[in-house]
């Protein structure tokens, strides 16, 4: 209990009224407000990392959005993701696994939409994870697939990813969808909120249960062994596995949790696990999601290591 005092103390100290710049324009998901959210219309509250980081954090969200990341038109490859930034359902990190993803992304030629998720774990919350977080995952997909051409977009090459908690809500998200309601007056609610594939980066509060759907899209799964927060990310690859759907996961031997797609530190450059978004890239490519990017910025020489397993009849691989 002391413990969690002082780190809700600390985080009150790093209490800032100065949001995080997102370098995207920022749309709202329900223009009219969110349902759920009605009677609730306090502002967000930012929070700066204390030591030893110094990303930020945004709670208390009630309108929720996604912040657009485009890729230059001529490396745009059509496909897309949701980017659901982690924070134990308290906060979201939309620095590290928000904006710097988005930004390595656009590097891949792949659309990011960063999600600013209303939060089931802030201060005097009412929502819950599996309700108004899951439909704010939910209505980003459709909102994206709604506004594909204008976003040089394929409506059916999107994908949700997430980090940590935000994991979580991508898991969720691949497992409960709809085909659309094509009778809505809502043009958005028309689409699709099933996922074309999933990223769980290591996801949090996961198990063989959250593994419902029959129909559940390939998912690539990524895990730090020496991570204690996200020990169940194989109960769930090993469920995935189990259901038939094609799978891949990348456990790497050290670099905790909560490291985004380009690390806390430094030190993170010349770590074995920092290759895992060139793992991801390599995935999505023998997938089809991808047309060949050959050369591209963000491809690094050195070969990936980590153990890779693969499944659902697909290659099997050690890294």
Known sequence: MKLCY??????????????????????????GGAPGSEGKA??????????????HRVTDIHQPSITVYLPPAEKATGAA???????????????????????????????AF?????????????????????????????????????????????????????GHLAALAENRFDTGKPDSADPVERSSSRPDFAVLAYPGAISSATVTAKEIPPTFLFV??????SAASGEYYLALQKAKIDVEMHVFRRGGHGVGM???????????????????????????????TSGSPWQKSREPRGKGLRANGAKSRLN
């Open 224 to 229: 730090n062994n020496d991570d204690r927060l």
């Open 6 to 31: 002082s780190l809700a103390v600390a985080a009150l100290c790093f209490a800032s009224d100065a949001p995080y710049p997102m370098k995207g324009p920022s749309i709202p998901l329900w223009p």
């Open 81 to 111: 993701f949701i980017v659901c930034p982690g924070g134990g359902h308290r906060y979201l990190v939309v620095d590290l696994e928000g904006e710097f993803v988005a930004n390595k992304l656009n590097e891949m030629g792949v659309a």
């Open 262 to 292: 380009t690390g806390r530190t430094p030190e993170f450059e010349s770590m074995p696990e920092s290759r895992w978004p060139e793992l991801l890239h390599e995935w999505m490519k023998d997938l089809g999601y991808l047309k060949s």
């Open 114 to 166: 960063v999600l600013k998720s209303r939060l089931a774990n802030a201060e005097g919350s009412t929502y819950k994870a599996e309700v108004e977080s899951l439909a704010d995952v939910q209505r980003a997909i459709r909102l994206v697939r709604s506004r594909a051409p204008e976003w040089r977009v394929d409506p059916g090459r999107v994908g949700v990813m997430g980090f940590s908690a935000g």
């Open 42 to 55: 306090g502002p967000e509250r930012w929070i700066e990392g204390g030591t030893p980081d110094r990303f």
